[in-house]
């Protein structure tokens, strides 16, 4: 590399540890430095294995050599794994100890023991590396401004996991904070390669902001498998191609099979478990794993004890597994960025390629497979959409403010619209969620003498925690991670993980499913403690996890459709994709990039109408529910939809005459705030927006709710708001969140604004071989809860009475 | 509305949707576990549910009390959730309650929630007997057909690969639960220990509320 000979890092104190190590300063290193010390506020866009972690040190470690002696906390570091926390300090270590600087470093988080973070509180390192939520408790404590009021540099790793969550909201908050308590901080964030970089600036930056980029020019080698087997039209396990992945796991020293959810790990597993003849060394990574044998497997796979491992996106961040040669992801990429993260878990070197090979499990994922190495050599990254602040986490930061000591509201409202998003809340929304947190914030004032916080008599703007107790509450709901209900799994006396409740209520005794790799017999339900014993079953159930299902992202779906179009590229790819895609352009029509095919076809005495949309699975799954309104609506009397991420199919008893007239903008306006109430999405949102503004307790001392009891009572509560007061804060706030992140609204409204003068109808007289993988999903029901309780009732009802041989009552 | 047709203790009852039950006979409307001023109750350890129970449970009440005009309405205890409650009843609700009065009985039997509170105008036993039936909010020792409250019962129902809980009336041969009629309030499983040593295990009749029916399994 060729360095400039008036590199100032040649005099900076790692430069002599460097030089031991033969290693080289990078540009971007140089660049990062010089900035910083100029006084910006710089991100930092690297690839893994270009020394960012050492890049965001750069500056804290000169500035400590320099001051000598510091004493207190000068650099906080932010890391969103735990793992990775621990493992940023062992790198620290290593030049820190080799050259015995005189800085001390520490790790805070969850697992820190309270003795330690009491003495880190009386006497705090030099720099400490924690995560959002530590740090958002270290700023409720009342001498938090003490703690923190000559801190110098904060540093963000990672900063592209943040930008789009409830997480980046909360930690925004607590970096504002930071400034108010040292005005001259500067902020450091480290980040993976992204598309939108000044998005990531404005969200971060204040100072002189700049970016320091660096591209890698070695791109990643990826193929898709080549398999003699027929790639299923629609499925996602992948088992077709299951002997050809185990063959591409022999061939490499160590490999990492990455899946989209944890249902298709565990399954993946097993499979690749009953044709182990050469007996490899696989292991099972998934995030409801008990830690210690999560902890066992990444040990495993540091040290390369291990030939393969099976994971989610449990293993997409963080720790450099040096000997990882390949990455097999299997199902569908979804979008870039993902691929690339996973992509770059192999070989950590910058000069030699990542390799990985795709396996699609179904048709319309193969074509995605090749779209998505067609933009990874076009260097075409998805966009992160930054979010707009949720109320919810502005409630918490209210009540952790209020635990730190009395503050001035207007102040605070200051505070809280430096951080970039929430620069539009409204005074009157911030001073709603005071209310919240003082009792509630319901318009009926029932609550005055029990209140949480309190003005002050000589100050209204000034409010005041009633009772020091609560800070132990707020404490113990601090963070914006909200799990569904979880039951532990135990084998024997050990405890396996962690699986959903819902999935355990539909089990009976002597049922088996596959958890941690091992079949299992569900035996009993005891004090929230599932007891199973190893099972010999051959017929399981999965695992079903409600989480993980990822949409499509826009920029992978356009180069899809774009794929489609380019029939001159078609000859490339195998056979059976060839010949199916040549099938379709005889039958009906292949649709051009910006063209929205609908195609109705009578089948089994029902109607049937597929809409090619390419909206991402949430997207989809919401236009569905609107079409269902708007056919009734026009008496076609639909009986069922179901969406994936490329197509919707709506089948009815009438043919569908005016598909024109419904699909357009005006579906969404008319019919949303009808499909939010009927579906439970706003009452689960609901949930965690309880919990996260502190609302409802997530769990007390002493008082250990289960998950259920949880979910129980705040449904209760959102049907009580709902009908007393539909304008209440929190009600507000869970619609919000569920037009951003369950219903895709943005993407649903952007394809809906500019639909119908792109439509192409085809009636066609049957099914077309496009509409095969989508027509074959259709098995599952697609009534709302409510609907399904009463259908259950009923039906369980009728059978019973049948049974009986009497007729009903009513 | 519609109702389910109930058998117990040789006379015929009527459940409705409302988790109210109905005496045809006596015309006598019973209820349980209303848990008025739950809410208050919970404010106090800062907890800040939604302040409307109180005015949807007296509503309840009062639209049923209307399209049955009942002789008499009986509550099989827990009217109140505690001591706090009381702060929740706002003068209106006391006019409204004395109007309901003057064309039905009331009869307040005690639970183990408010047995020490008293609210003006209503008249409170420990339990009450009719004919064959005792009125209790936890079932006693007794050759009596009884009729309680108390377990908030609640069935788990897994039917074609699905799990829901709903709220229900459950009856043995000799005792008889009614489900909740408040708003806040959880449920038991009818499987619990609490439940199971009540009602034993066999010989159930189980009646899940729905949203516009009562059901028989």
């Known amino acids: ?810 | 509305m519609y109702y389910q047709l109930i058998n117990f203790g040789n006379e015929e009852f009527h459940a409705y949707p409302d988790k109210s039950l109905y005496w045809k006979r006596l015309n006598t409307l019973i209820v349980s576990d209303l848990h008025i001023g739950k809410s208050i109750s919970y404010a106090k350890n800062k907890q800040f549910l939604p302040p409307y129970d109180t005015k949807e449970i007296l509503n309840k009440i009062f639209v049923s009390l209307d399209k049955i005009k009942p002789s008499n309405l009986i509550i099989v205890g827990d009217l109140l959730h505690d001591v706090f409650s009381t702060l929740s009843l706002k003068d209106q609700d006391h006019k409204n309650l004395s109007q309901y009065m003057k064309n039905t009985d009331f009869i307040w039997i005690k639970g183990n929630h408010d047995k020490n509170i008293q609210i003006e105008g209503f008249k409170n036993f420990t339990n009450y007997k009719i004919d064959k039936l005792l009125f209790t909010h936890i079932p006693i020792e007794t050759s009596l057909f009884q009729i309680c409250g108390h377990y908030h019962p609640k069935v788990k129902i897994s039917h074609r690969g699905k799990t829901i809980f709903k709220t229900c009336f459950i009856h043995n041969e000799k005792i008889f639960i009614l489900p909740s009629f408040g708003i806040l309030t959880g449920g038991l499983d009818i499987h619990s220990k609490q439940i199971s040593d009540v009602l034993g295990k066999n010989n159930l009749s189980i009646y899940p509320v729905g949203q516009d029916k009562v059901y028989k399994l």
């Open chain 1, 1 to 810: 590399m060729n360095i400039n000979k008036s590199n100032p890092l040649l005099l900076h104190p790692l430069n002599k540890w460097m030089k031991k190590k033969k290693w080289f300063w990078f540009p971007h290193q140089i660049e990062t430095f010089q900035h910083v010390r100029s006084g910006s506020d710089v991100v930092v866009f690297a690839p893994t294995g270009a020394g960012k972690t050492l890049t965001g040190f750069i500056n804290p470690i000169d500035d400590l050599i320099k001051l000598k002696k510091f004493k207190g906390l000068h650099t906080l570091y932010i890391s969103p794994l735990k793992s990775l926390a621990n493992d940023i300090v062992r790198n620290l270590e290593k030049p820190i100890k080799e050259l015995d600087l005189n800085i001390s470093f520490q790790v805070r988080t969850g697992d820190t023991t309270p003795y330690k973070k009491q003495k880190q509180k009386q006497k705090p390192p030099n720099i400490l590396i924690t995560t959002p939520e530590s740090l958002a408790l270290l700023n409720s404590y009342e001498n938090a401004k003490e703690f923190f009021h000559n801190l110098k540099y904060i540093i963000i790793d990672e900063i592209h996991t943040f930008l789009d969550n409830k997480r980046a909201d909360l930690l925004s908050l607590n970096i504002e904070r930071l400034q108010t308590f040292s005005p001259n901080l500067q902020r450091i964030g480290l980040s993976a390669t992204l598309k939108n970089k000044q998005d990531a600036k404005k969200w971060l930056c204040r100072k002189k902001p700049k970016i320091v980029s660096y591209e890698n020019s070695v791109l990643p080698k990826i193929k898709i498998l080549e398999s003699k087997e027929r790639i299923p039209w629609s499925g996602h396990m992948a088992t077709y191609s299951i002997n050809e992945i185990y063959k591409e796991i022999m061939q490499s020293k160590l490999t990492i099979i990455f899946v989209n959810t944890r249902a298709q790990a565990e399954y993946m597993f097993k499979n690749l478990w009953l044709i182990n003849k050469k007996k490899l060394k696989i292991a099972v990574h998934h995030g409801s794993l008990e830690k210690n044998l999560r902890l066992k497997v990444e040990n495993n796979l540091s040290k390369g004890l291990v030939d393969c491992v099976v994971a989610t996106s449990s293993l997409e961040l963080g720790l450099d597994y040096g000997d990882v040669e390949k990455i097999i992801q299997v199902g569908a990429p979804k979008g870039i960025n993902r691929l690339l993260q996973r992509v770059g878990r192999s070989n950590h070197n910058l000069n030699t390629p990542s390799k990985a090979i795709l396996v699609p499990t179904n048709r319309f994922e193969f074509i995605e497979a090749i779209a998505a190495i067609e933009e990874i050599k076009k260097n075409n990254l998805d966009k992160i959409d930054l979010k707009e602040g949720s109320f919810d986490v502005v409630a918490q930061h209210i009540f952790a403010t209020a635990c730190a000591g009395q503050f001035e509201i207007n102040d605070l409202y200051k505070e809280i619209i430096k951080a970039y998003p929430y620069k539009k809340l409204k005074l009157n929304d911030f001073k709603q969620l005071i209310n919240l947190i003082q009792d509630g914030g319901y318009v009926l004032k029932n609550y005055d003498q029990f209140k949480r916080i309190f003005q002050l008599r000589e100050n209204k703007n000034i409010y005041k925690l009633v009772n020091r107790r609560e800070t132990r509450k707020y404490r113990m709901n601090v963070g914006t991670i909200i799990e569904s209900p979880m039951l532990k799994i135990k084998l024997g006396t050990k405890t396996l993980g962690n699986i959903e409740e819902v999935f355990i209520q539909n089990l009976s005794q002597g049922d088996s499913f596959i958890f941690a790799g091992q079949m299992l017999e569900f035996q009993s339900m005891k004090n929230n403690l599932v007891q199973v014993k190893r099972s010999k079953s051959l017929i399981s159930k999965i695992p079903s996890y409600s989480g993980g299902r990822m949409p499509l992202s826009t920029n992978l779906a356009n180069s899809v459709r774009g794929l489609l179009a380019k029939s001159n590229m078609w000859d490339l790819y195998p056979e059976q994709i060839t010949e199916w895609l040549k099938r379709q352009k005889n039958a009906s029509k292949i649709p051009k990039k910006d063209e929205y095919l609908v195609e109705q076809f009578p089948r089994k005495k029902n109607f049937y109408t597929v809409i090619y949309t390419f909206a991402g699975w949430h997207a989809n799954q919401t236009l569905g529910f609107l079409l269902l309104r708007g056919f009734k609506e026009f008496n076609y009397k639909p009986l069922g939809f179901v969406a994936n991420d490329y197509a919707i199919v709506l089948w009815s008893l009438k043919e569908v005459k005016q598909i024109k007239t419904i699909l357009n903008l005006g579906l969404l306006n008319k019919h949303l705030d009808n499909y939010l109430e009927e579906t439970s999405i706003v009452k689960r949102l609901f949930r965690d927006n309880a919990i996260i503004s502190c609302l409802i307790e997530r769990r007390l001392p002493g008082m250990e709710k289960t998950g259920k009891q949880v979910l129980f009572s705040s449904d209760l509560i959102y049907t009580v708001l709902k009908k007393n007061e539909p304008d209440h804060i929190l009600l507000k706030s869970s619609y919000e969140d569920a037009k951003k992140n369950m219903i895709d609204y943005d993407r649903l409204k952007e394809i809906l604004k500019k639909i119908d003068k792109k439509i192409i109808l085809k009636k066609l007289t049957s099914i077309s071989p496009l509409a095969v993988p989508i027509i074959l999903e259709i098995n599952r029901e697609n009534l709302s809860k409510k609907e399904t309780d009463e259908y259950i009732l009923e039906d369980l009802e009728n059978e019973i009475l049948k049974e009986a041989n009497v007729l009903s009552i009513n």
